[in-house]
C-alpha cells in the first residue's frame, strides 16, 4: 500500500522512506494512507493485528517482525452497562504498544536500519526493545531514572543498552534526540508507523462489533499514541466506507498533570506533578495540537481524573478479576466519572482498553494495597 509522509505542522511532504524523524519545521510526520479491508478474506485470517495487512504501509513481500500479536478481548464491563473492556495488556510484552512497535520495527527492518534509540517512561522502551531483539537491530533506550524497577529490567532483559536519565519526562526526551543524531530515532512519538500499528485498534474494534463504531471511547492519554491510532483507524474506515461515522473520542488524563486536557478547556497547564499514572505522565505532548484536532473532529472531550478516582478503579478491576498497571486504570476512571454525573448515555457502545499489566507496577500496586482502607 502506498503511503505519503505529512508533516502535521506544515503539511510538507516527504518520502515514505526517509529516515528524518520530524520535519524541518520541527513538526511530527503523520502518514496518508489508502486502506481496503477485505471482509471476506478476514474470516479465514488468523486472530493477529496482521489480518489488517491490506491497511498497513509497508513494501509487499517484507519479512513481518513479529511475536504473535493477538486480537485483544472485547468483553461487556459490568460495573457499567453498554461498556466494553478491551484487553490490551494481553500483548506479548504487557500493554498495547506492541502494536506500534512490531510495525515500525518491520518498517525499519525493511529500510536496513542496525541501530537505533528511543525514550520511554516505561511500556513503549520494553515494546521497541523487544521487537528491535526480534528483528536483529541493536537498541539504546532513554528511560526516567524514576522510572519502575520491573519496566527497567524488562527492558534490560530484551538486551537493549539502558541509558536511565535523571530529571524530568522532557530531559529523556531530548537526550534521546541528542544520540537519534547519529542513530535512526524508533521514537514511538515521531516516527508515524508507530501510529500506523496502533490503528489497528480500531480495526479490532471494528470486526468485534459486526463491522461497526462503538459510539464512543474513552482513552487514557499522556503523548496521545493510542487516542490518535483510534483516530486514524477509524478516519480510514470512514474513508473506505465501513463505517457512516466517526465514535466519539473522549481523552481521560490524571489531574496532576493534565496539560491537553487544560488546553481544552481553556486553562493554563500546570506543573507536571507526580501521578501513579506514570505511563501518562507528559508535562508537553509533542503532538497536542494533532490530538485536540482529532478531539474536536469526533466531537470528543477531555477531563481529568484523581489520583483517588485512579486508585478507586484500579482496585475495582482487580475485584473483577482484572489486573491491572495505574495508568490503565485512568479510563476506566474517567467512565464511571462520567457516568456518576450523568454524561455517558445510557444507550450506546462505549469502549474503554486496559492498556497496561499490572504485573509491571507490582511494587506500586503493593504500597496502594497496604494503604488502603479496611
Not at 13 to 29: I, L, N, T
Not at 140 to 152: D, E, M, Q, T, Y
Not at 303 to 324: H, K, P
Request: charge should be positive.
Amino acid at each position: 500500500m502506498l503511503a505519503t509522509m505529512i508533516c502535521a505542522a506544515c503539511h510538507q511532504a516527504a518520502p515514505s522512506d526517509a529516515f528524518r524523524w520530524r520535519c524541518a519545521c520541527g513538526g511530527p510526520y503523520d502518514l496518508e494512507t489508502t486502506a481496503t479491508f477485505p471482509r471476506n478474506a478476514l474470516r479465514d485470517r488468523p486472530q493477529s493485528l496482521w489480518r489488517y495487512r491490506e491497511a498497513l504501509p509497508l513494501a509487499p513481500g517484507c519479512e513481518v517482525v513479529s511475536l504473535g500479536e493477538p486480537v485483544t478481548p472485547l468483553f461487556p464491563w459490568p460495573s457499567l452497562p453498554g461498556a466494553h473492556l478491551k484487553l490490551e495488556f494481553l500483548f506479548p510484552t504487557g500493554s498495547f504498544k506492541d502494536r506500534g512497535a512490531c510495525v515500525m520495527l518491520t518498517h525499519m527492518k525493511g529500510l536496513g536500519i542496525q541501530k537505533a534509540v528511543e525514550d520511554s517512561s516505561g511500556n513503549a522502551a520494553a515494546a521497541v526493545a523487544a521487537y528491535a531483539a526480534r528483528a536483529g537491530i541493536a537498541c539504546r533506550i532513554f528511560v526516567p531514572a524514576s522510572a519502575s524497577s520491573g519496566k527497567l529490567a524488562q527492558i534490560a532483559a530484551y538486551g537493549a543498552d539502558l541509558a536511565p536519565i535523571a530529571g524530568t519526562r522532557e530531559d529523556v526526551a531530548a537526550a534521546a534526540r541528542r544520540e537519534a543524531e547519529r542513530s535512526y530515532y524508533a521514537s514511538h512519538v515521531f516516527n508515524p508507523y508507530f501510529f500506523q500499528g496502533t490503528k489497528t485498534f480500531a480495526f479490532e474494534i471494528w470486526e468485534q462489533l459486526g463491522f461497526r463504531a462503538p459510539d464512543q471511547l474513552i482513552l487514557p492519554v499522556g503523548h496521545g499514541t493510542l487516542y490518535l491510532g483510534a483516530y486514524f483507524g477509524f478516519r480510514e474506515l470512514l474513508k473506505a466506507g465501513e463505517i457512516p461515522r466517526l465514535p466519539r473520542l473522549l481523552g481521560i488524563q490524571a489531574e496532576p498533570c493534565a496539560p491537553i486536557a487544560a488546553a481544552w478547556q481553556g486553562r493554563l497547564p500546570g506543573g507536571p506533578g507526580t501521578t501513579i499514572a506514570e505511563g501518562i505522565r507528559i508535562a508537553a505532548p509533542d503532538r497536542a495540537q494533532s490530538i485536540l484536532r482529532a478531539c474536536r473532529e469526533t466531537d470528543g472531550e477531555f477531563l481529568t481524573v484523581s489520583e483517588a478516582e485512579i486508585i478507586s478503579a484500579l482496585l475495582g478491576l482487580g475485584r473483577a478479576g482484572l489486573y491491572v498497571e495505574p495508568t490503565a486504570a485512568v479510563a476506566p476512571a474517567g467512565a464511571l466519572k462520567l457516568a456518576a454525573a450523568g454524561r455517558l448515555p445510557a444507550q450506546g457502545i462505549t469502549v474503554i482498553p486496559l492498556t497496561g499489566s499490572g504485573l509491571k507496577a507490582g511494587h506500586a500496586i503493593a504500597e496502594l494495597l497496604k494503604h488502603k482502607p479496611a
